[in-house]
């Protein structure tokens, strides 16, 4: 769901030259470090929603049905292919054949079987688990597998490739946190808490050939000067959507090149909908009102940035411009405050993780909102806090966040989710567009929910995040665009 950075003094850079994986990079045209904002919480995607996770197993050690590329398109992956039944609603998948876990057992339908009813199952914390109770999953033989979905989803072959959807190995599957046991090219090697994230490539991988990278080193670091003083020393040779205040000095650099990737992300400014005043609608407008998104860019992200009105990003199928709904304008905001009621100054928390487009994010908006009587109190958390506190036991008022799920409005027919939003009328129009087949009807549905989130005030929608990712110039296999978060490892190589 997240992205990540903050900018904070040069001790943190004097701590990157020191560490001891310092300078592994220069001579080692085998082995590869990546940097990364944020160090996931475990290493089970289906367990947690930190897109961290993935960003370190996913295609590296756990893999999916389906694989999702770089440009958007899916291809096959564990299944060799699939056919689709003409209700839309059934899908045969054929299993690659040979394929092993890396504790030996063999993949077949019997673990497509076992790791979809898992992540559906009661007991399930997939952020997924919706998806997945929907799905029936069949054993036809060894390598057959029939997924009978209750709902019309095109976006299942998609959604099947995600990082919630890993075919996980029965016997293992509860000591994937700290122990990941898959079917890619890569396995663990070591966790340093709070440092480092060691994979080595797994020699009885089906296609050992795959792989050029031996060993890859994920190194974490949340400071944005850190990131880009390891960069500059050579103790990172990739950071994957690094600060955006470190980009200017490497744009000229010709020892590094500069990638600008789009994304599926939102950042939003969360409103959590059950708490008083915010659970009345003109509060919520007067505060997307009260926002000027292009000022939130530039200080949040360094113009990194395209503004949104809704849940939902240009280039997405069905997207509509709705952020003329909800315009800066301070003086109808303070018309909303006092229609609504509400006695100012109106104190509120905002409860911000580590990422600087959170924190740089934040003090633009408490700015803002002074100005119609909001007065907000900044309460700065670390990731874990936030997933726990915020996301988990929603204690907040207001967060800003990246959701960078590519599919995720069905977030907002989720009666328990964190930002608390219920609507029936939504809920109606969500349930009509996972019913719908024809894709014109579908994208203008779409459309329409798009405009009754963004009429509700569901929450601040800020802005589509283009996510900047600097490295050596001669790494060779990084993605171009980001429809999901991964480091896709197999794909690298040294040129």
Known sequence: MLNRRTLLATAGATVAL???????????????????????PGLDPTAGAAAAIAEVVQYNILETLTKINADGSVTPLLAESWEVSPDLKTYTFKLRRGVKYQNGEPFNAAAVKFAFDRAGSEKSTNKDKRTFANLATQVVDDYTVVVINKEIDPDLPFVLGQATAVIVEPKSADGNATKPVGTGPYKLDSWAKGSSITLSKWEGFRSPATAKI??????????????????????????????????PQFKMNSQFQVILAGSRAKTILSINNRKKPLDDVRVRRAILAAIDRKAVIEGAAD??????????????????????LNPFDIEKAKKLMAEAGVKTPLELTMTLPPPPYARQGGEVIVAQLAKIGITVKVQNVEWAQWLSGTYGNKDYDLSIVSHVEPFDLGNYAKPDYYWGYQSKAFNALFDKIKATANA????????????????????????QPQFPTIAKKNVKGLWKENPIFVNDLSALSWG
């Open 303 to 324: 113009g990194f940035g395209v503004p949104i009105g809704s849940h939902y990003v240009p280039g997405a199928a069905g997207y509509v411009d709705t952020t003329g």
């Open 18 to 40: 020191a560490s001891p994986i310092a300078g592994m990079a220069q001579g080692r045209k085998d082995a590869i470090v990546i940097g990364m904002a944020l160090e996931p």
């Open 440 to 463: 014109a009807e579908r994208n203008k549905l779409l459309g329409e929910a798009q405009k009754m989130l963004a009429a509700d005030a569901a929450n601040g929608f800020l802005y």
């Open 214 to 247: 031996n060993k890859v080193t994920f190194r974490f670091i949340s400071d944005t000067a850190a990131q880009a003083a390891a960069l500059m020393a050579g103790d990172v040779d990739v950071f994957t959507r690094i600060g955006t205040r470190a980009v």
